[in-house]
């Protein structure tokens, strides 16, 4: 899919927040918003790009991401993984462990366990 410009990924960050949204509703959430206009130029410009799809809500339009918000911050955490850490998971959770306020409660330790133990059955 075609890069986005930092004001495109503001607009899709708004849209899974709140699994969706209007114009006036992404326009009230930007920063240093722009036009109505303009918002509905941007939204139109994501569909293009085939991010965003549009669905008819009384007499406007609710903009919702075409990917769901799993598939959206797996891309994303890859592209984190490969740009900052040469794919390596070990050397991120390493880094994020070591931020002076990284805390991990028993029940989050519990879970990454868990998961660490059914990739290795599953020899992953």
């Known amino acids: 899919m ?3 410009s930092r004001r495109e990924r ?3 960050d708004i849209l899974y927040a709140h699994n969706g949204a209007t114009v006036a509703a992404v326009q009230k959430e930007l920063p240093e918003a722009p036009t109505d206009m303009a918002v509905r130029r941007l939204l139109h410009i994501l ?3 085939g991010h ?3 669905k008819r809500e009384g007499r406007g339009f609710l903009y919702l991401p075409r990917q ?3 598939q959206a911050g797996a891309r994303a955490l890859q592209h984190v993984l490969d740009t900052f850490f040469e794919g390596a998971v070990d050397q991120a959770v390493a880094t994020h462990l070591m ?3 990284a ?3 028993p029940e989050q330790l519990e879970k ?3 998961l660490i133990q059914t990739a290795e059955q599953e020899g992953r």
């Open 2 to 4: 075609p890069s986005l």
């Open 10 to 12: 503001q607009i899709l």
């Open 47 to 49: 569909e293009e790009k």
């Open 52 to 54: 965003v799809k549009r």
């Open 68 to 70: 769901s918000k799993k």
């Open 99 to 101: 931020k002076k306020n």
């Open 103 to 105: 805390e991990l409660d």
């Open 112 to 114: 990454l366990q868990h």
